[in-house]
């Protein structure tokens, strides 16, 4: 028959002894009208009956693809939607933790509800179960199963392993089997015991000196945020010496350090004196300041001190010398003639 020679000599054959298919074609064609003239034109060549089959596969594409974008369609018109994760970005330490996921079914109805952290279910819920709540057993997450719900769970004295990322995942029946999801992390805070303290610093400074104090935050966790301020006004970059964190205990707790560095210009004193000032910080949980007030070290401060020593001096001893004076006397004299009268005043001597 046409074009159904030996496949094993087609294939070992030279290169240049092989026919092109428009060659094996039209060979074809000829070996047709030698046979049956006339009849071989509307049988044509096995090599050209393969154009039904590729349209056959066009249209089923077609409707497959129609029948998908139908099904998103109707996905999309009734679907499940998540509407709230509420999940506290920081708590404090063995207080109670309450985790909230609200969702609107939109039609389905609901599969499970289910609450991950760090990638590890903790609690489920499904409401053809009995009962409905499971909690399951993590380092750190203590779940109250008697008042959480599809709908929010309760974690119970949190601890610092209970700091982690937390996930809701909410799942519609089938056959759709839709799932909706939010994740966000909570912290659990450990506050220090007293504020932040200032130390490197000395009683007095003249223009010119250079400042270097260091401010030091108690063990706490996460670490403190440390600012400086001097005399209320933010200090700039340029002036701050960063330095690295320190763990203390085997709890994780940290302290930060933050460095102050700069020269005394006259600008800084206020009234004679300079005020740093250090804030700590932990989200809107905790807030501590320490302050410290710095003189001015002027060489004519002693002197203006001394003079007014003395001035108080002798003017205790003209009231005292005054007092030796008859009353009538000292009231009837002008004050400048009572000042020498009390300068040559024989008593005056003597005493």
């Known amino acids: 028959m046409c074009g159904l020679e030996p496949y ?16 094996q074609h039209h060979h074809c064609h000829q070996r047709l009208e030698q046979q ?7 049988k044509g060549c096995p090599h050209r009956q393969t154009g039904s089959g590729s349209s056959r596969t066009a249209t089923h594409l077609q409707i497959w693809y129609i029948l998908h974008v139908i099904l998103v369609l109707i996905d999309i018109s009734s679907s499940l939607t998540m509407t709230e994760v509420k999940i506290p970005n920081h708590i404090m330490r063995l207080k109670s933790a309450t985790l ?5 079914l939109d039609g389905e109805s609901l599969y499970s509800v289910k609450w991950y952290k760090d990638g590890h279910e903790i609690y489920r819920y499904v409401p053809r179960d009995k009962p409905p709540g499971q909690a399951f057993p993590l380092p750190g997450v203590n779940i109250d199963l008697r008042n959480s719900s ?21 799942s519609g029946e089938a056959p759709a089997f839709n799932t909706v999801s939010e994740s966000e992390t909570m912290t659990v805070v450990v506050t220090p015991n007293h504020g932040p303290k200032i130390t490197g610093g000395q009683p007095r400074y003249q223009i010119g000196d250079t400042v270097r104090v260091n401010c030091t935050s108690s063990p706490s966790k996460p670490v403190c945020h440390l600012s400086w301020l001097i005399n209320g006004e933010p200090v700039q970059k340029a002036h701050l010496r960063q330095y690295d964190k ?15 560095e700069f020269r005394v210009r006259p600008f800084h004193f206020k009234h004679g004196d300079m005020k740093l000032k250090c804030v700590a910080k932990i989200s809107s949980l905790y807030l501590q300041s320490n302050e410290e007030s710095v003189e001015s070290d002027r060489q004519q401060r002693a002197p203006a001190l001394e003079s007014r020593e003395t001035v108080a001096a002798k003017s205790s001893t003209i009231g005292a010398a005054g007092s030796r004076l008859p009353s009538h006397l000292v ?4 004050p400048m003639l009572l000042l020498l009268l009390l300068r040559t005043w024989p008593w005056s001597r003597a005493s």
């Open 8 to 23: 094993s000599q087609h294939q070992l054959a030279p290169h240049h002894q092989r026919r092109s298919s428009q060659d």
């Open 36 to 42: 049956a003239p006339g009849k071989g034109k509307g």
């Open 100 to 104: 909230g996921c609200r969702y609107a």
């Open 150 to 170: 599809d709908t929010q769970i309760i974690l119970r004295r949190v601890t610092l392993q209970s700091s982690g990322l937390y996930r809701c995942e909410v």
């Open 246 to 260: 320190i763990v203390v205990n085997r709890d994780g707790l940290e302290m930060a350090r933050l460095g102050l």
């Open 331 to 334: 009231s009837l004299l002008p």
